[in-house]
């Protein structure tokens, strides 16, 4: 697993953590992996999810640290969505 993902779960479990997120949605970070978010918080893996969100090191991180909104990300094209646009913008504004 990179340091990309290990650090990111441990940064969206914080931001998770007593969210109430519910749903699955997968975040996967192009050339370091996926990462799974459920209501248990979020974790290394490639599962099926209700929705997937694609975007590079820079826009994630960007995102994380609350350096990019995640709607502007979208809107933009640096983050793309497949699935249940509704746990994505759930999961958005966990993540604000």
Do not use: Q
Not at 27 to 33: H, L, P, Q, R
Not at 42 to 57: L, P, Q, S, Y
Not at 63 to 70: A, C, K, Q, S
């Amino acid at each position: 697993m990179s340091d990309v993902i290990d650090a990111a779960v441990s940064a969206l479990n914080g931001k998770l953590a007593g969210s109430g997120f519910s749903g699955t949605a997968k975040f996967v970070i192009k050339d370091e992996g996926a990462i799974i978010l459920d209501e248990d918080g979020a974790r290394a893996g490639d599962d099926e999810a209700d929705v997937t969100m694609t975007a590079d090191t820079d826009t994630f991180r960007a995102i994380l640290d609350g350096n990019m909104n995640p709607t502007s990300a979208f809107m933009t094209g640096k983050l793309k969505i497949d699935g249940d646009m509704g746990a994505a913008l759930r999961l958005g504004s966990v993540l604000s």
